[in-house]
């Protein structure tokens, strides 16, 4: 599709030479300041790599429970732990241990904050038991049990109409029983 080719304002253009549409007001406004044209890539991208990127895969691919399933949980005050681990053992090498040695300890340091994490969960579920509290969110939940969360059904609809007029009919047969001299059949029960 060649007509498809180009930015709005030469399509614009071709269509009102072609005669496919009238000229739009923003035309000539437009022509007279066209926007920026950007340059294109040839399709030669770089690949944005980090220096901890070799660190990270080797994290994910060793604890793939610690991965960001929901991309919209990442933040850029709190980095996931795969990058704290990558960034740890960069550190580490940078001070003189060895490479093995720094993933070592970086790994021993992330299991030991896991651990810590949940001794403070289990915890504050013990306090919410003794204060008769629904217990918090678990920290690390399984990919399973994310997947499932995602997938619950949406609310309940909102009560129906007709639901509402029975309700409303039975308010006004207690109000009419109430009444003194009332019966059930009268239309005017509301006295306000």
């Not at 340059?39 to 960001?68: M, T």
């Not at 499932?148 to 309940?156: F, L, V």
Request: hydrophobic content about 35%.
């Amino acid at each position: 599709m060649s007509w498809m080719k180009g930015d709005l304002l030469s399509k614009t253009r071709r269509l009102v030479g072609g005669l496919a549409t009238r000229e739009p007001v923003w035309l000539k406004a437009m022509e007279a300041s066209p926007p920026p044209v950007f340059p294109r890539s040839n399709g030669n991208l770089k690949k944005i790599v980090l220096p901890e990127d070799p660190y990270v895969r080797r994290f994910s691919r060793k604890h793939p429970e610690a991965k960001l399933v929901d991309p919209n949980k990442a933040s850029a005050f709190i980095p996931d732990p795969a990058r704290v681990y990558g960034c740890r053992v960069l550190e580490l090498t940078k001070n003189g241990i060895s490479e093995d040695d720094a993933m070592s300890v970086a790994n021993m340091e992330y299991l030991a904050e896991r651990k810590e994490k949940k001794k403070a969960y289990k915890r504050l579920k013990e306090l919410a038991v003794l204060q008769d509290k629904s217990p918090p969110p678990k920290p690390y939940l399984s990919t399973k049990k994310e997947m499932q969360i995602q997938e619950k059904k949406a609310p309940a609809d909102p009560p129906s109409v007709r639901r509402l007029v029975n309700q409303l009919k039975q308010q006004k047969d207690v109000l009419l029983q109430d009444k003194p001299g009332g019966s059930a059949n009268q239309d005017h029960w509301i006295d306000e």
